[in-house]
Antibody
Framework: EVQLVEYGGTFVQPGGSLRLSCAASGFTFNTYNFIWVRRAPGKGLEWVSHISASGGSTHYADSVKGRFTISRDNAKNSVFLQISSLRAEDTAVYYC?????????????WGQGTLVTVSS | TVLTQSPGTLSLSPGERATLSCRAS???????IAWYQQKPGQAPRLLIY???SRATGIPDRFSGSGSATDYTLTISGLETEDSAVYYC?????????FGQGTKVEIK
């Protein structure tokens, strides 16, 4: 069974840093791309960052470029999101999701999410 | 590419048909259009990919259609469990974008 479990979300002050993790199981991890997507309170989904299967290609939304860093450890079946210089507008539930491998750029499995709250 | 979903909220009775619209600010390949369902406190769930293909395990009352800039998700014969927010998603020159969502309420 495919499972994605995010953790690491917490309450943090503006300007602070945090590392989110996504632990995967039930499939061949190193053959899939992954994305982090967030949902802020009262708002819709927003893609944040994407990483290729090898980790050699990464992409970031303009809203987080320079502040967020995505990475992965294929030996530990995990994807990470290092977030820094946090702002109130980064408050959201952060989801990791697996990209379908057929090259159609959609996401077939999602984790339950981890909540990041940025406030003074 | 900006995706605009309408209506913002749809309130219908069980058994009725729901028609959700997703309009793109520029043409999108239908291969790169997906729809997701999200219930409160749950992860998004893939419903439709490639504009019209149902994901594994999705009931056939969910169907997708469209091309270029106009895409539609139809739920035929609404059930109470279909109460959720529905998002369209595209991939293109601006990489991934999601619509703002349509909330479906069951009366």
């Amino acid at each position: 069974e495919v499972q994605l479990v995010e953790y690491g979300g917490t309450f943090v002050q503006p300007g602070g840093s945090l590392r989110l993790s996504c632990a995967a199981s039930g499939f061949t991890f190193n053959t899939y791309n992954f994305i982090w997507v967030r949902r802020a309170p009262g708002k819709g989904l927003e893609w944040v960052s994407h990483i290729s299967a090898s980790g050699g290609s990464t992409h970031y939304a303009d809203s987080v470029k320079g502040r967020f860093t995505i990475s992965r450890d294929n030996a530990k079946n995990s994807v990470f999101l290092q977030i820094s210089s946090l702002r109130a507008e980064d408050t959201a539930v952060y989801y990791c999701a697996r990209e379908d491998p057929r090259g159609w750029y959609f996401f077939d499995y999602w984790g339950q999410g981890t909540l990041v709250t940025v406030s003074s | 590419t900006v995706l605009t979903q309408s209506p913002g909220t749809l309130s219908l009775s069980p058994g009725e048909r729901a028609t959700l619209s997703c309009r793109a600010s520029q043409s999108v390949s239908s291969s790169y259009i997906a729809w997701y369902q999200q219930k409160p406190g749950q992860a998004p769930r893939l419903l439709i990919y490639g504009a019209s293909s149902r994901a594994t395990g999705i009931p056939d009352r969910f169907s997708g259609s469209g091309s270029a800039t106009d895409y539609t998700l139809t739920i035929s014969g609404l059930e109470t469990e279909d109460s959720a927010v529905y998002y369209c998603q595209q991939y293109g020159t601006s990489l991934w974008t999601f619509g703002q969502g349509t909330k479906v309420e069951i009366k």
